[in-house]
């Protein structure tokens, strides 16, 4: 399985949790909430990840474990008060999904309830977790680490179209992790001798507006920045992309299955499916504590000749080459 390359130290963990194939049932039925930053259709394929490991783990939903679901739908500021309606409930556990907002309105909210996170910046500098080896307190979860990869992409941009001079950079600001993706293009930027255009979009509304900008300000390239509220908007994106006929790179492969030209991240159902594993595990009475923090350790580089050959593109036979899924 894949997942096996996605893993750093689970195997170690492993022997903390019961070894019982089946959860035991003794009592009401466990609860689970299931928060999320993003919105319920666009990632109902993430849920389904998620619902599909704790399935294996022995809780089936309707039948052996009850599943609360609460959506911000992109609006963040939303998150606390979700996080507080699923305090007044009676969770065994809490899976903070959609970033790191969504963990930290959780660990605000419900005390000492487990909470198992997936979110793509540093869960320590967040303080959600005292360290990856050992999360400490009721919080554990996955770090996709995809926040730090902006520069990489803006490289991968900057070998497909080397003579690149000013690249877009579409950022939402309300995004807790917008600020250091912001830091690590201008620092790439700097040191690769382009100017990074940045543009920024909180809302669908905003969409428009900001590709006017890019239109306006004549870049050569754009990086849309990670944020699961962009992801949750992919096919807007692409299509606002499409129009433009501007070289794109994104996050996550949701982007490129959905049109867009090139991403690179983690598999993000992957992670969903983790969450799922260590819910189940906590629910059998192993503690967050004793889970380390999982991290990526597998990236995806996916490009789509579609889009490419629509845009007139010719992707490089080396670029090619280090493709790890090419889209035909």
Do not use: C
């Amino acid at each position: 399985m894949r997942r096996r390359e996605f893993v750093v130290g689970i195997g170690a963990a492993a022997v903390m949790w019961p070894s019982a194939a089946q959860p035991q049932q003794q009592g009401p039925t466990p609860v689970v909430g299931f928060l999320n930053s993003a919105s319920r259709v666009p990632f109902a394929h993430l849920a389904a990840a998620f619902r599909k490991d704790l399935r294996e783990e022995g809780f089936i939903e309707g039948e052996t474990v009850v599943i609360e679901e609460r959506w911000a739908d992109g609006r963040y500021d939303r998150l606390p008060a979700l996080a507080e309606d699923l305090a007044q409930r009676r969770n065994l556990v809490v899976a903070a999904t959609g970033g790191a907002m969504s963990g930290v309105a959780a660990k605000s909210a419900v005390g000492r309830v487990p909470i198992v996170f997936v979110m793509g910046g540093d869960p320590v500098k967040f303080g959600l977790v005292a360290s990856l080896s050992r999360p400490g307190g009721n919080i554990t979860g996955i770090t996709q680490l995809t926040i730090e990869l902006a520069a990489k992409r803006l490289g991968l941009l900057h070998e497909l179209v080397p003579d690149m001079k000013r690249v877009a950079v579409l950022l939402n600001p309300d995004f807790s992790d917008a600020s250091p993706q912001l830091r690590e293009v201008e620092t790439a930027s700097a040191q690769a001798g382009f100017e990074p255009v940045i543009v920024r979009a909180r809302t669908e509304a905003e969409f428009a507006p900001a590709f006017d900008i890019i239109a306006r300000e004549r870049t050569d390239a754009l990086l849309i920045g990670a944020d699961p509220f962009f992801n949750s908007r992919r096919d807007q994106l692409v299509a606002l992309v499409a129009r433009q006929r501007i070289p794109t790179i994104y996050e996550f492969r949701e982007f490129t299955e959905a049109g867009g030209l090139m991403s690179y991240g983690t598999d993000l159902a992957d992670a969903y499916r983790l969450v799922g594993v260590y819910v189940g595990r906590v629910l059998k009475g192993a503690h967050p504590s004793d889970l380390p923090v999982i991290q990526a350790s597998k990236f995806e580089f996916i490009i789509n000749l579609r889009t490419a050959r629509a845009l007139d593109l010719t992707i490089p036979p080396a670029i090619l080459a280090r493709a790890d899924e090419v889209i035909e």
